[in-house]
């Protein structure tokens, strides 16, 4: 007979995670067995009926979200179990239920997860880490908004996420020094959220931020028939975005106020570690000119025609490429990649293409805009930007926009509404995500830092959005009305 003791870890029941296991579960199995939905009805009196496929959808969405949330397994678990429902309930085949697993999107973050390893490996990381807090010094507040300024400024030259990437072990760096270990602390929370939520904010004011930006410009051409230039976006967007990332810095001030409001010596062992580091060695520089020759040619994607062919994942997997190849990584780096982050937005790719080709997205669209369609013209742009903030954290923020903007800019001219005015509103709010580390690759780059939960992410993104939608509705209402963009029409019928 064995005598072994089980510990209080071995013999407890984790109530909390079964219980909400089981909500994600019920939802699914009460969506997805109720009888069918009525159609949603644009203003034109167009039906959009919920096909048994779209109830599905929207039943894997909703366990997604919860499991999500609540991290009852792991974040890449739950991305698993996104593609086993849609083949297991026929929502959609398995082939490509599982295919969005390796689009293209995904593996533009594992290149630039790859690229964040190499800036930690070649000492590059520490080398700007240092500089940086020679300049900002001791104070954690300055720490706060060296960061976010580093950060704001790179997402307008490169991509949100390749931003981050880089950042990430910067930061590390930065929190190595502040003389907790690595255990969890307010500072490291607003250190990491913060530089996951300013890439967000810092990525809407130019068309090199995201992806999101060039297609919705497209989109809305194609719509409204009106051309917006990479410049004009840019002197709207840039007083917006600047002022959510002076915002952010505040607001994390506030509820991640850092437990000691300086770091004493930090300024002179930043210097004395930077002295140590030498002269910067050949293997950095080689490391800096791939990442910035990749980074360069995708920054020039948007003026250069001939680049604009070439996929921007096909230009920065090259990096990756060339880093085996000269020797910067090897075979154990590769074991190295956060799988769980990878997985987590192969999920979130699956569950985002299920709800766009299903049309159950558009189904949600429909049925929240036209609450609006009697409402004030402030209102129903509101409504609107809300509507795409949430969606946003679930699915592409390209999809969010796609689904949303023909059925607004129906609505729009029957309540004096400038078209602009809703592609502008909805770039913003496309670009922030603050509730789910499924919303934007920033997220869940900062949540490998463990320095929080997905819940506790959550909690924070919950007055940061709202925080958010003041800032947008201050834009519609006075920022953009003074620079000159038209945010009025006249209403037809009169």
């Known amino acids: ?20 296991l089981s909500i994600g579960l019920i939802l699914f199995i009460i969506v997805y067995y109720s009888p069918p939905w009525p159609d949603a009805i644009d203003p034109l009196g167009k039906h959009f009926p919920l096909s048994r496929e779209a109830k599905g959808a929207i039943a894997v969405f909703l366990l997604a ?16 179990t996104i593609g086993v429902l849609q083949a297991l309930f026929l929502i959609r085949p398995a082939k490509v239920a599982f295919k969005d697993f390796m689009d293209p999107s995904v593996l533009f973050i594992f290149a630039s997860i790859v690229i964040g390893m190499v800036f930690t490996k070649t000492g590059l990381t520490k080398r700007l880490a240092y500089k940086m807090l020679t300049v900002v010094g001791e104070r954690t507040s300055m720490i706060y908004l060296g960061c976010f300024l580093v950060t704001g400024v790179l997402t307008h030259i490169m991509a949100h996420t390749a931003v981050a990437a880089t950042i990430y072990p910067l930061l590390l760096a930065v929190y190595a020094l502040y003389g907790e270990g690595n ?42 028939g009106k051309d917006i230039t990479f410049f004009e976006l840019s002197f709207y ?20 106020k850092p437990e000691k409001k300086v770091i004493p010596g930090l300024r002179e062992k930043a210097s004395q570690l930077a002295s140590e580091q030498g002269p910067i060695t050949s293997r950095e520089i080689v490391a800096a000119v791939i990442i910035f020759a990749c980074i360069l040619v995708m920054s020039l994607r948007s003026f250069v025609p001939a680049l604009q062919v070439i996929d921007k994942t096909a230009i920065i997997l090259i990096s990756t490429i060339l880093f085996f190849i000269v020797g910067i990584l090897d075979i154990d780096d590769l074991e190295e990649i956060p799988w769980n982050i990878i997985l987590l937005f192969a999920g979130a790719m699956s569950i985002g293409f299920c709800l766009w080709e299903t049309e159950a997205a558009k189904w949600m ?4 805009l036209v609450l609006f369609q009697e409402s004030s ?9 809300f509507f795409v903030m949430l969606m946003t954290n679930f699915i592409m923020n390209v999809a969010a926009i796609a689904i ?14 400038a078209p602009e005015v809703i592609l502008f509103s909805s770039l913003v709010v496309a670009g922030m995500p603050f509730l789910l580390l499924v919303g934007a690759a920033p997220n869940a780059i900062a949540y490998d830092s463990k320095q929080f939960t997905t819940g506790e992410f959550f909690l924070y ?14 834009a519609v209402a006075v920022i953009w009305p003074i620079m000159g963009m038209p945010v009025s029409v006249p209403v037809i019928g009169n």
């Open 183 to 224: 255990k969890p602390t307010k500072f490291g929370k607003g250190l990491f959220i913060g530089m996951a939520y300013v890439a967000g904010a810092g990525s809407i004011v130019t068309l090199l931020g995201a992806a999101r930006g060039a297609v919705a410009l497209g989109f809305f051409k194609d719509i409204v």
């Open 365 to 368: 669209a429909v049925n929240w």
């Open 377 to 385: 013209g402030f209102i129903f742009i509101m409504g609107m930007a």
């Open 65 to 80: 979200g919860t499991w999500w949330v609540f991290e009852v397994v792991p974040i890449g678990v739950t991305s698993i």
């Open 404 to 417: 949303s903007l023909p059925v607004a800019l129906v609505i729009a001219p029957y309540l004096g509404v």
């Open 461 to 474: 993104g919950i007055p940061a959005s709202i925080l958010l939608l003041i800032v947008t509705g201050l």
């Open 1 to 20: 007979m064995s005598n072994e003791i089980m510990t209080p870890e071995q013999t407890s029941f984790d109530w909390k995670k079964y219980m909400f």
């Open 237 to 256: 967007m840039f007083p917006v975005g600047w002022l959510m990332i002076f915002l952010l810095w505040g607001f994390f001030m506030i509820v991640c």
